[in-house]
């Protein structure tokens, strides 16, 4: 069942920290109130992210429309099979942007915290 975000409609809401995650069937209806807070709230578009279990040989994929890439390097995917390019290489901004994402966040010092 897919995980489908929400955020107020014309408001902030400070009990849900701006979005709240509901998981929903596919066929259910949009939410028109949030489960939490009860504010009028409206569905957003956000990250979506799915694997595939298992592999599938190459020629199957491609005869379906698809293209198969693989790692070569940071930032250079070599294609195996299908249509397209024959290498996607990220721009020195993409791999810094990937990297800082994939970073640990930085500790945050609160000065005004007593830490006796």
């Known amino acids: ?63 379906k429309g698809f293209t198969t890439f693989r790692k070569a390097e940071k930032g250079v995917w070599e294609k195996v099979s299908g249509e397209g390019p024959d290498v996607l290489t990220g721009t020195k901004d993409d791999i810094a942007a990937v990297d800082a994402e994939k970073a640990p966040p930085k500790k945050i010092i609160d000065l005004d915290k007593d830490v006796s």
């Open 1 to 63: 069942m897919p995980v489908y975000e929400y955020e107020p409609d014309d408001r902030d809401c400070l009990m849900c920290d701006g979005r709240v995650d509901v998981i929903q069937g596919i066929g259910e209806d949009p939410l028109k109130y949030c489960p939490w807070c009860g504010l009028d709230v409206k569905r957003v578009i956000s990250r979506v992210t799915f694997k595939i279990q298992g592999s599938a040989p190459e020629d199957n994929t491609s005869r």
